[in-house]
């Protein structure tokens, strides 16, 4: 079993600028791919952006393309989300999730076994 504990949410200006902060421990975190996904207020959890297990690959959702970068760093068991040129529209509290091991890239919930606590972030316009 996998544990996530995300950090670095809080209040941001739009415009502005936050890098969140995914911390895995219980499952060797290189086997595994990660996602980022986020529920807005009265709306269901959406896919924001995912990486492969060695980083090479990534995806996001339309929303967020250009302005959010996935990366990770597996000597740290870590995996971020910065977000440059944030909106009001990006508020709502962000989880990380992690496929199952050895799994590929994920956009949807159900492919995900492990997910964290959430971080919320919002931006005041």
């Known amino acids: 079993q996998v544990q996530l504990v995300e950090s670095g949410g809080g209040l941001v200006q739009a415009g502005g600028s936050l890098r969140l902060s995914c911390a895995a421990s219980?499952?060797?975190?290189?086997?595994?791919?990660m996602g980022w996904f986020r529920r807005a207020p009265g709306k269901e959890r959406n896919f924001v952006a995912t990486i492969s297990r060695s980083g090479d690959n990534t995806y996001y959702a339309d929303s967020v393309k250009g302005r959010f970068t996935i990366s990770r760093d597996n000597a740290k068991n870590t995996v971020y989300l910065q977000m440059n040129s944030l909106k009001p529209e990006d508020t709502a509290v962000y989880y990380c999730?992690?496929?199952?091991?050895?799994?590929?890239?994920?956009?949807?919930?159900?492919?995900?076994?492990?997910w964290g606590q959430g971080t919320q972030v919002t931006v005041s316009s």
């Open positions: 219980g499952r060797t975190f290189s086997l595994s791919s």
């Open positions: 999730a992690a496929r199952p091991v050895l799994m590929p890239l994920g956009t949807e919930t159900r492919q995900y076994d492990a």
